[in-house]
């Protein structure tokens, strides 16, 4: 790796931590629970998941998660949007852990140490995973790419309901 990686990866989280932050000032309030013909996943469950997987620290260094076991159980893989968003946390608290664990991914990216970049991550993934992240490295680079699809999803559903409506 070099110093160039470390650039583009703080460009690439700082840039996905902006648009994360930007997703609850375009919903309008009646629309977090909406699920437009043809989607799986409600934008309230959907922008859980991206707090969820925003906290991908803990699979580079040894710290603790800040996402909660119990949000885990909500957003992670595997899990379905209740309809009515039963025990989700409101937008701006998600907002809000967003905002942490992007900014401790950033600190965590600038310290890196590249040698154990090619060193499997430190937590346990889903099996469905595994296979394509086996190194530190595939986990820090794959996130951004998760995490914009997914608020990608967002806007498409904004944009379904609203038409016309311009997104990030």
Known sequence: MTTDSRSTWVFQYATVGRWAEAIPKGLETEDWLKRPPGTRNHPHWIYGHVAVSSDIAPGLVPLEPIISREWRDLFDQGTSPDPEGKGYPAPEELSAT????MARNLEIIQNLD??????PPLITLDESIRGFLKTRERW????????????GQIQ????????GTEGL
């Open 98 to 101: 967003i905002e942490r664990t």
């Open 114 to 119: 590249f040698k154990d970049l090619g060193e």
């Open 156 to 163: 498409l559903i904004q944009r379904a309901l609203h038409p």
């Open 140 to 151: 820090l680079g794959f996130a951004p790419l998760h995490l914009s699809y997914h608020m």
